[in-house]
């Protein structure tokens, strides 16, 4: 899977949204997830804005990185927003985020080139956390190494949110 | 000021491949500017969207999600045009949580089984987002759960704008106003269940204000459902030149200042809704739901209007135009998000009648 994240804080837009300040992306988050052969669009990778005859210094997205984690399978629940029971009513805006602390020390440096793709091995996909409680991302295989597992995100399930507030 | 226009293509070729990373630029990048997203191919996007950035001052600097134009929908669902299909499981297809924010030409889908209780096609919510807008769109489920077409979630949002925009499927309310907002309701169409006697197409249980125009209330369900249901003390219901087709019902505790209803029961005017109506029994049953006949001249909503022209609540809104694009005369105005012409108008009104009849019986 493909996950299109931010390597920068939201600008604010000068109001008070509480402690928790709910409603940004901050660094790191997981704006999307996308499939292996996912085509980026222009302004979302340096190599597909450079590939459609743009200057490398024009590019308009410096904050975005794409963190390539070939053969996982995606997990659409990844690019949903926090849920509302939980945090708090209206939750944040980004669910998971990358820890750069899980990352090999290039691969965190090379993830904050502008518009970059830093490919990482299965093996380093538990630095895809869960930020309301730093759990890291399900296993999608089995025990047996074999058996492809549904991974088991409850973010938001329907049971959860209850009756009207 | 400027408007930034972005295409969104999901199998690549445009600016952005998912309408979050197109919503994520928007607020990383600063500047007072419009900043459009316009969903240019003919794709579902299977999303949820939170519309939360940092641009929200007025008309002229604000975040605007949309169709290009050549996606835009012609006032009929389904029909093959790009659109968000969300299939998840969060609350909302689209969160409006930023002043100003704004919607427009875009069909909204919640797939049956997608959605759960209290679930929404847009969510409004936050502390201090004032002004946000949706215009022209469709929002539709056939979910048998209890969801809101539109909901004003929590937060002190203060005023609301929705314009043209077709609300059907949902079975709890088709617009819930949860906190003390002043929506604008403008040549809508809402049609839902309304699945208990505490329930409303339009419906508030705090001190919210409807100011409600040229509008069709159409509930499914004349024995529970309500057309209004508002049940503050301090709620006020405004408005004229609506139609309601349901067997009662009228419910507001605050103040009613509603008038010149056109009853579809009858056909006439009445200065309050009468207390037999007509309504519809299913969506099936269009035998009962004579509120858009073949026969134009006949049609309670035909003609009986109140030309808004000029008078529209936000600078963005545009009430010479119907949601498929035909031109509104500033007399002989139609009720609801059609305007009639020989070719294309009620014809299409029908025509979504009966897409909509064929998708239940699919269900």
């Known amino acids: 899977m493909r996950l299109l994240i931010t390597t920068a804080d939201q600008i604010g837009d000068g109001q008070d949204r509480g402690p928790e300040d709910t409603e940004r992306y901050k660094a790191w988050d997981v ?15 340096m190599e597909a804005w450079v590939a459609a005859g743009n200057r490398a210094a024009d590019f308009p997205n410096g904050h975005f990185t794409v963190i390539d984690i070939p053969n996982e399978p995606p997990d659409r629940n990844l690019s949903d927003p926090e849920p509302d029971p939980g945090v708090r009513a209206e939750g944040r805006k980004a669910a998971w985020a990358i820890d750069p602390s899980l990352l090999t020390a290039k691969q965190a440096t090379d993830a904050l080139e502008p518009g970059a793709i830093v490919s990482i091995a299965r093996g380093r996909r538990n630095a895809v956390r869960r930020k309301r ?33 | 000021m400027a408007t930034v226009t972005k295409s969104i293509q999901q199998g690549g070729g445009g600016d952005y491949t998912t309408i979050a990373s197109w919503e994520s630029a928007t607020n990383l ?5 419009i900043w459009k997203g316009e969903i ?16 929200g001052t007025g008309t002229s600097s604000h975040v605007w999600l949309t169709t290009g134009s050549t996606q835009r929908h012609d006032g009929l669902a389904n029909n093959g045009n790009g659109r968000i299909a969300f299939n998840g499981t969060a609350a909302f297809a689209i969160r409006q ?12 889908h919640r797939p049956a089984g997608s959605a759960g209780n209290n679930d ?13 807008l949706v215009s022209h769109c469709i929002i539709w489920t056939l979910d048998a759960a209890g ?9 002190s949002i203060t005023n609301l704008r929705i314009d043209h925009t077709v609300i059907y499927g949902f079975q709890r309310n088709g617009i819930n106003l949860d906190v003390a907002v002043t929506a604008d309701v403008d040549h809508c169409f809402v049609t839902g269940t309304a699945d208990s006697s505490t329930e409303g197409n339009l419906y508030s249980d705090s001190a919210a204000t409807f100011n409600v125009y040229n509008t069709i209330i159409a509930s499914t369900d004349g024995a529970s459902g309500n057309e209004v249901y508002m049940s503050n003390a301090s709620s006020v219901l405004n408005g004229s030149h609506n139609v309601r087709t349901g067997s009662a019902e009228i419910s507001v505790s605050g103040t009613d200042n509603a008038t010149n209803w056109q009853d579809a029961s009858d056909g006439t005017t009445d200065s309050a809704p009468g207390t037999a109506g007509v309504y519809v029994t299913d969506y099936t049953g269009l035998s009962t739901f004579n509120l858009l006949p073949i026969d134009h001249a006949n049609n309670v909503a035909s003609g009986n209007g109140t030309n808004r022209q000029g008078s529209e609540p936000d600078a963005r809104q545009d009430f010479s135009v119907d949601i498929a694009g035909n031109a509104r005369p500033t007399s002989g105005v139609d009720i609801g998000a059609w305007q ?3 070719s294309g108008g009620s014809a299409a009104a029908l025509h979504y009648h009966r897409q909509m009849t064929a998708r239940i019986n699919s269900q």
């Open chain 2, 97 to 108: 949580q930023e002043d100003w924010a704004m919607v427009s030409h875009l069909e909204i």
């Open chain 2, 40 to 55: 240019d191919d003919a794709n579902d996007y299977d999303e949820t969207i939170s519309l939360a950035g940092n641009h």
């Open chain 1, 31 to 45: 704006i999307t997830v996308l499939p292996d052969d996912h085509v980026f669009g222009r302004e979302e990778t």
């Open chain 2, 147 to 155: 969801m809101n077409g539109l909901q004003v979630n929590s937060g």
């Open chain 2, 340 to 342: 009639f012409t020989s």
């Open chain 1, 133 to 165: 409680d730093n759990a890291a991302l399900p296993p999608t295989i089995s025990n047996d190494g074999n058996t492809p597992v549904r991974p088991e995100i409850t973010t938001n399930s329907r049971a959860a949110r209850g009756p009207r507030p």
């Open chain 2, 120 to 132: 929404n096609g847009i969510r409004f919510a936050t502390a201090g987002s004032n002004d946000m």
């Open chain 2, 29 to 33: 990048n600063s500047g007072a500017d």
